[in-house]
């Protein structure tokens, strides 16, 4: 299926010069050439650090759409490839492709944020809030894009050959640096239209593959994970996985599993040149990244060609950690960043923390602490400091446009 273009003239022009190189696509290996282009175009600094909402945003979602069309994917929604959204001021898009399967069996979600932080500078995210200067985000997240679009580059050669009964969902995400932003948009809008996916994998910095080791979250998300796991790991693959339970995390596979989708999050952990200028591509471990592709293409190969189907299973949740690290007390609540309206939106209440224990349920609008009103996250913040540990305080919630007084204890 062809999609509509969203631009014309000169940009088209400078589009179809874009991913020029196109090979292997039948091959049954990563490509380590196809590795390298896509991350090296994605830091070009043409796109200025890839910010979300910035000029260059469409042009570079549209880069990635018109790839993903020549591995076979086309869009899951009517409107194209390009997911819009907006969140307050800001607008930018998800790059949203699907590769049907045999058998209609769910789907399995290959997943990874495209978006970074600009030029920088204050209240960017950057740990060098002084510089301003390009971020290239070559690990933050091109690392991630390029490795998902040669898993999806793969498993369509797969379904070439009737090998797969799930359809394959690709996602780019927009906004991650700016709260998962677009991961929370698309999450909503496919649980509207029962699309959520079996199984959601996100890969999010994954090019410095240090020691072999891959780190590997969610495996508490579903049964068998761990044998999942294990199975697809073969001699070939030069990897030690380390291994946590967790389904929540400061990226986007934690929206989807707030949906109760199962999720696995590949990452080869932070480093010193996080979110600063010197995040550049001569530093990615591209023979690394070709094994981390290899293994995200067995793992989720294997469920979508044998059938398996991932049963959701709750683990504990953190509190979040923008409170456990700037505030004495923790009412156990992450927030919803997506949330435009007055007050301050509770996305996920966690279990067994002061806010569960009062009652306050997901998707409360916090409207008054105490006898502070409370008309944004901001606000909501500042009266957090505040507050001590031992204390019980007083909250009013705004739930299906009925007002709630609870009585926390901290």
Known sequence: MKFRSLITGAVMATITVLFLSCRGQKSRQPDIRLLEETLMHLCQPGFEGREAGSRQDSILALSIARRMEEYGFEPIFEEGPLHRFRVRDMESYNVVMILRGAENAGSVMIG?????????????????????????????NASGVAAAMETARLLAGRAGRGKMGKDIIFAAFGAE????????????????LELLPSLMINLDMVGRLRDSVLQVSGTGTFEQADSLLTACLDGSMPLVLKTSPGGYGPSDHSVFYRHRVPVLFFSTDAHTDYHTPFDTPDKINFQGLEHIVSYAVSVAGAVAREGFDPVYRETAQPESSMERAAFKVSLGVIPDFTYEGEGFCAGTIIKGRPSDKAGMQDGDVVIQINDRPVKDINEYMDILGELEKGQRIRIIVRRNDALHHLVVQL
């Open 112 to 140: 990874a944020h495209y978006d970074h932080l600009g030029m920088g500078g204050q209240g960017s995210g950057s740990l060098r809030p002084d510089t301003l200067a390009i971020h290239p985000g070559a690990d933050d």
């Open 177 to 192: 640096e700016k709260g998962t932003l677009g991961s929370a948009k698309l999450a909503d809008t496919l649980a509207k």
